[in-house]
């Protein structure tokens, strides 16, 4: 069967039999003008429409995005030198819990880090570590400006100034100063954490200060295990307490050692404690405090 237009606007012929068309005999006619044929017309411009819009449109949200991006500019990716396995500038973070008691030992966030091939160390920036004591109802927080820090053995070093603040509520925001103003903070550099007992120590010179008063030390080392902190020598205290300043006492010693569940203080192997023109000298001593941190 074939096909010939006889009216180019209306007519067509349908044909049976072979041989060129003037030799077919017609079988049927079929009229442009039928509704069938007029609605594929109507739907074919539809659908050539519905193509030239959607054209325009993905041309006219790729240009925007285009002069978007060139806008603000596109980050870079970081470049990751040979020695090492990886970088990220958004941030990491490690948490470690208790395998019995499924309650936090530690946790280290970081705004940026790298990770080397060897050792397995990775470098830290603008860091932030919660040690956490056995119960896990507080810890004690760390910030430094930049760490490495040792998976493999549990070791944590930071370089730089350090800033420590002892015994937070685990429910407290120790970067907020009016939730951690009530506790012991210290000011030191080069501090080492074990991720593992949660301890923390360092040999450099440091400073502190609590509600009661304030002091220095060189040398720091704090067990939120045991609670117990330990100035290590040159220990100098100011207490001044809920009194006048008048009333303070200050305090030297060579070694210090505050355990926090017995309330005391214990000084060695020599110390020194004056108040209002009084001085006390001696080796070993104990001062004893009331509930309410007082001597």
């Not at 012991?184 to 009661?212: K, W």
């Amino acid at each position: 069967m074939g096909i010939s237009v006889l009216d180019s606007d209306f007519i067509i012929f349908e044909h049976s039999g072979s041989g060129p068309p003037w030799r077919r005999k017609p079988t049927g006619i079929m009229d442009m003008r039928s509704p069938a044929l007029m609605s594929m017309r109507r739907i074919s411009v539809l659908l050539a429409a519905a193509a030239i819009v959607l054209i325009v449109f993905v041309g006219f949200t790729y240009k925007s995005r285009l002069a978007a991006v060139r806008a603000h500019g596109v980050r870079p990716t970081p470049q990751i030198r040979p020695s090492l396995d990886a970088i990220a500038n958004r941030g990491w973070k490690y948490d470690k819990f208790d395998p019995q008691t499924n309650l936090p030992v530690v946790q280290i966030t970081a705004k940026a880090f790298e990770a080397a091939h060897e050792p397995s160390a990775m470098g830290l920036r603008d860091v932030r570590i919660k040690l956490y004591d056995k119960a896990g109802t507080q810890y004690t927080f760390v910030h430094s400006e930049s760490a490495s820090f040792d998976e493999g053995s549990n070791l944590m070093r930071s370089q730089g100034a350090v800033h420590l603040v002892m015994n937070v509520p685990s429910d407290k925001n120790a970067d907020n100063p009016a939730d951690v103003a009530k506790f012991l903070q210290v000011q030191t550099s080069g501090v080492a954490y074990n991720t593992q007992s949660g301890s923390a120590q360092t040999d450099q010179p440091a400073s502190f200060h609590f509600p009661a008063g304030s002091g220095s030390a060189t040398g720091v080392a704090y067990d939120p295990s045991t609670r117990e902190l330990r100035l290590k020598s040159h220990v100098a205290l100011d207490w001044i307490g809920n009194g006048p300043a008048a009333n303070a006492m200050h305090i030297e010693a060579g070694e210090l050692l505050y355990r926090e569940r017995e309330h005391k203080i214990y000084l060695s192997p020599w110390s020194k404690m004056v108040r209002q023109g009084t001085s006390i000298e001696g080796k070993d001593s104990v001062v004893s405090l009331d509930e309410d941190g007082e001597l």
